[in-house]
T-cell receptor, first 114, second 113 residues
Framework: DADVTQTPRNRITKTGKRIMLECSQTKGHDRMYWYRQDPGLGLQLIYY???????NKGEISDGYSVSRQAQAKFSLSLESAIPNQTALYFC?????????????FGPGTRLTVL | AQSVSQHNHHVILSEAASLELGCNYSYGGTVNLFWYVQYPGQHLQLLLK??????LVKGIKGFEAEFIKSKFSFNLRKPSVQWSDTAEYFC???????????FGTGTRLQVFP
């Protein structure tokens, strides 16, 4: 969905490096999410944000941090990357909760930590 | 803890065969239910969703799903699959008023011509 974009699409880095993954959306949604996908584990929630001043930890936030620079931008950082953070990372957006809470996903970032 | 179970990890079918993918969730209250599809190399796309009303939900590309509250299930079906349905399918649940989308581990579907 071109309304949610992620950069970079692929990244190879070394253990100990700091990495930032960026997500932008033009859907006008308040809520943004970061997930990681590992084979056989589905998607796990890392962090989510309901608006610029509201950041919340998900199931697997250790080793990650986020920044909501604007309504349309939500960045995920790995302060010191480690090999078990090798995964596919997805950003998602949604409107307010209840019946409207359908999440729309970006194309993903494939991160490899050597 | 709330969880979503997808019983079939890998399904292999021939074209025109019928498909049913199982999904069960563990949450006693009201839920919103979703099926997402991920085609090879692509992002997740919404196939269909259930919030309320008719428990038989029709989605895109001929897919449908039935919510059976007594069985905590939301199985995905398609009467006749095509090669282009080859993808990974994820069931997901949002317990009402929580805004968290809980995913199952996914089912990989391979359809052969």
């Amino acid at each position: 969905d071109a309304d949610v974009t992620q950069t970079p699409r692929n990244r190879i880095t070394k253990t100990g490096k700091r990495i930032m993954l960026e997500c932008s959306q033009t859907k006008g949604h308040d809520r943004m999410y970061w997930y990681r996908q590992d084979p056989g584990l589905g998607l796990q929630l890392i962090y989510y944000s309901f608006d610029v001043k509201d950041i919340n930890k998900g199931e697997i936030s250790d080793g990650y941090s986020v920044s909501r620079q604007a309504q349309a931008k939500f960045s995920l950082s790995l302060e010191s990357a480690i090999p078990n953070q090798t995964a596919l990372y997805f950003c998602a957006t949604s409107t307010s909760g209840g019946a409207l809470n359908t999440q729309y996903f970006g194309p993903g970032t494939r991160l490899t930590v050597l | 803890a709330q969880s979503v179970s997808q019983h079939n990890h890998h399904v292999i079918l021939s074209e025109a065969a019928s498909l049913e993918l199982g999904c069960n969730y563990s949450y006693g209250g009201t839920v919103n239910l979703f099926w997402y599809v991920q085609y090879p190399g692509q992002h997740l796309q919404l196939l269909l969703k259930y919030f309320s009303g008719d428990p038989l939900v029709k989605g895109i590309k001929g897919f449908e799903a039935e919510f059976i509250k007594s069985k905590f299930s939301f199985n995905l079906r398609k009467p006749s699959v095509q090669w282009s349905d080859t993808a990974e399918y994820f069931c997901a649940v949002t317990p009402y008023n929580t805004d968290k989308l809980i995913f199952g581990t996914g089912t990989r579907l391979q359809v052969f011509p």
